[in-house]
């Protein structure tokens, strides 16, 4: 039998962004390019680093020396909507700051399914209990609900300033006792409504 000219074109044709190939019957769509390409970071000079930490409300009345150290362990990281930044069990990579975007840390309960922990945006922090706790796994799950621009502090390495710079230890420690225990009070105020509603 004959083949017409449609018959003897590529499978793959080059003027074509997506072909179509047939395999038992059943098409087999082929992507000649990713569906979506992250787009690299420029690298942060330490004077862009030191200023965006010193807007970062954790970092507010550090001295400028202090900054200048954080921002030498700091990296940017940059997420899509919808992508996870870590769940839990994950190894603790740090302390992560939003500078752009909205981030939900999760949980999952059983018999009732994800439910949202905290809702951070810019300038907010997660991830400080790897510093205190030296369990190094996450203990929940972080997301970016819109795309996510954040800094990364590494733990092994703030840990390794903080053991030197005493004073910044002591500063950025009674910072992250007050907000656990602020978190700690939010979540106890949740549990108790739900132990309201519950009853009716």
């Known amino acids: 039998m004959g083949m017409g000219p449609d018959d003897r074109r590529?499978?793959?044709?080059?003027?074509?962004?997506?072909?179509?190939r047939s395999r038992a019957g059943?098409?087999?769509?082929?992507?000649s390019r990713?569906?979506?390409?992250?787009?690299?970071?420029?690298?942060?000079?330490e004077a862009r680093m030191v200023d965006a930490l010193g807007r970062i409300p954790l970092f507010d009345g550090l001295t400028a020396p202090q900054l200048a150290r954080l921002a030498r362990i700091a990296s940017e990281r940059l997420?899509?909507?919808?992508?996870?930044?870590?769940?839990?069990?994950?190894?603790?990579?740090?302390?992560?700051?939003?500078?752009?975007?909205?981030?939900?840390?999760?949980?999952?309960?059983?018999?009732?399914?994800?439910?949202t922990l905290a809702v951070l945006r810019t300038g907010q922090h997660f991830g400080e209990m790897s510093l205190i706790d030296d369990a190094a796994t996450r203990s929940a799950n972080a997301s970016a609900h819109h795309r996510v621009r954040a800094l990364l502090l590494p733990r092994r390495d703030l840990r390794d300033l903080m053991f030197v710079?005493?004073?910044?230890?002591?500063?950025?420690?009674?910072?992250?006792?007050?907000?656990?225990?602020?978190?700690?009070?939010?979540?106890?105020?949740r549990l108790a409504m739900l132990s309201a509603s519950s009853r009716f």
Do not use: Q
């Open 79 to 115: 997420y899509g909507s919808g992508e996870a930044i870590f769940r839990i069990g994950d190894p603790s990579e740090g302390l992560f700051i939003v500078l752009e975007g909205t981030v939900k840390i999760t949980r999952e309960i059983a018999d009732v399914g994800d439910e």
């Open 34 to 45: 990713p569906v979506s390409t992250p787009n690299p970071l420029p690298p942060i000079s």
């Open 10 to 20: 590529p499978p793959n044709d080059a003027g074509d962004d997506d072909a179509t």
């Open 26 to 31: 059943v098409p087999i769509v082929l992507l």
């Open 165 to 189: 710079d005493r004073e910044l230890a002591n500063e950025l420690l009674w910072r992250f006792v007050r907000l656990l225990t602020r978190r700690v009070r939010e979540a106890n105020d």
